[in-house]
């Protein structure tokens, strides 16, 4: 077998194999011979089944397999043996003749490569990126006291509806056929000040008439809350009768070190001078955070635009159709297909980009990064939970679990390269320092949902 490649330009090629005849027909009179020996057809024998009946039911599929085995491998041996880095997979060339098994000997296979692009970018110091600041408000610190209260307190029975209370109600209508659910429950926190204002003021065992579909406007909401599905809703008399049976109000912690234990773990905060601090401090490392996703941000936006990085994206496109085509469960209709190619180049480019920063800068995934990040997922999922400071062998557990999935696995060790070629850049560049209110970052941050969603 003899493997070719002919490079049409800068970011494409194609590889040629020719197969004679010599290369497969050891291994397919092998198999034929197999066959034979197993098998059992009425009249013969096992193994006495003449091997021109054989041939005529299994030779044609016998070297199909075999001649396809052949190109897999010639074109595996032939990119690890040039150590050839190329984008997706080689695909077969259009213009390639068709192949007749049945006439043919020796075959000839064309497959289109897609060559990754030489990226070239030289950061320094004359490269200006923005950096934000967030200004941290003496709201701001206020709200973050009252919330971590609130989160660590208790919940206390009320007797009168008050706004931010959990409501257990029964809801009735007149009639046998008429809507009746005992013991639903009502946030007044998910409903509109103007729907709330109607239930202040009552007391338990009390009761309201009024729309059910303006006090919850959402479908998925309105049909949990009656027990209902939402196909139903259109067909429903809305108008229903809440009795109230229970008021439930979140009465925030007191100060005091059982509270400061809860939050931050034993004897960590002290005094509420301690808390303070560390109220602020948590607000810093937040709006640290959000700094560093907007620089990430700004960071590939710049580089990209200085790396100019062209792809073959004819080539990668009908690598992708194909692909999604050998699918059914990810197959992607023309219209989708064009839709997430900008996404697809993009992230591609952004890629190589990366690939180019850690090369140069000898950047090292380690298993511990994986690890450590897998853990810091794990103290997410915890803290989503309310448990703020799981013990360190239990997150380490939960992280090598987790890391048994390839997927998260991968997942995070992309994540851990993009943060290091990040953090790379941002001792190289220039930063444009700015400090910014809160409301400008929200405003940043929208506009970015707003732009990914676009794509």
Not at 247 to 276: H, I, Y
Request: net charge negative; proline share 4%.
């Amino acid at each position: 077998m003899n493997v070719t490649q002919n490079n049409i330009d800068a970011l494409n090629a194609t590889l040629t194999l020719k197969i004679e005849k010599a290369d497969y027909e050891e291994n397919v009179s092998k198999s034929l011979k197999d066959y034979r020996r197993k098998a059992q057809m009425p009249g013969f024998r096992p193994g006495n089944v003449p091997m021109g009946m054989i041939q005529k039911m299994y030779g044609k599929s016998l070297l199909v397999d075999e001649v396809f085995k052949l190109v897999d491998k010639g074109i595996n041996d032939y990119l690890q043996e040039q150590k050839l880095h190329i984008l997706g997979s080689p695909i077969p060339n259009e213009q390639t003749p068709k192949v007749d098994f049945d006439t043919q000997d020796a075959y000839e296979f064309v497959y289109d490569i897609a060559l990754p692009p030489q990226v070239k970018l030289e950061l320094s110091g004359k490269v200006k990126i923005p950096y934000y600041t967030i200004k941290i408000t003496n709201e701001d610190k206020q709200q973050r006291k009252d919330a971590t209260l609130q989160y660590f307190g208790k919940m206390e029975q009320q007797d009168v509806v008050e706004a931010d209370d959990l409501l257990r109600v029964d809801v009735a209508q007149e009639g046998e056929e008429g809507i009746k659910v005992a013991g639903a429950m009502l946030s007044t926190k998910t409903i509109a000040a103007a729907q709330v204002a109607k239930l202040k003021g009552l007391k338990v065992g009390e009761n309201i008439t009024l729309n059910i579909r303006e006090l919850l406007d959402n479908d998925v909401d309105c049909a949990a809350f009656l027990h209902l599905k939402t196909e139903q809703l259109p067909n429903i008399n809305p108008v229903v009768t809440l009795t109230i049976k229970e008021v439930s109000r979140m009465q925030p912690a007191e100060m005091n070190q059982e509270f400061f234990d809860k939050a931050f773990g034993k004897d960590v905060v002290t005094n509420e001078a301690e808390f303070l601090a560390k109220v602020e401090t948590e607000i810093s490392e937040q709006f640290a955070r959000t700094s560093d996703y907007l620089f990430k941000i700004d960071v590939r936006k710049k580089l990209l635009e200085l790396a100019h990085v062209e792809l073959p994206e004819n080539t990668l496109k009908r690598w992708l159709q194909l692909s999604s085509a050998s699918d059914e469960k990810q197959k992607l209709t023309d219209e989708q297909l064009e839709k997430e190619l900008p996404a697809f180049f993009e992230g591609l480019r952004w890629s190589l980009v990366q690939e180019n920063i850690a090369k140069q800068n000898n950047i090292q995934i380690e298993e511990s990064d994986i690890l450590e990040s897998s853990k810091s997922a794990v103290r997410q999922q915890f803290a989503m939970y309310g448990i703020t400071n799981p013990p360190d062998e239990e997150v380490e557990k939960y992280a090598k679990n987790l890391l048994q999935d390839n997927k998260h696995r991968s997942r995070a060790a992309e994540q851990i390269l993009e943060d290091k070629v990040v953090d790379v850049v941002k001792t190289i560049v220039k930063l444009d320092t700015q400090e910014v209110s809160k409301e400008k970052v929200e405003q940043l941050l929208a506009k970015i949902k707003e732009q990914n969603h676009q794509h």
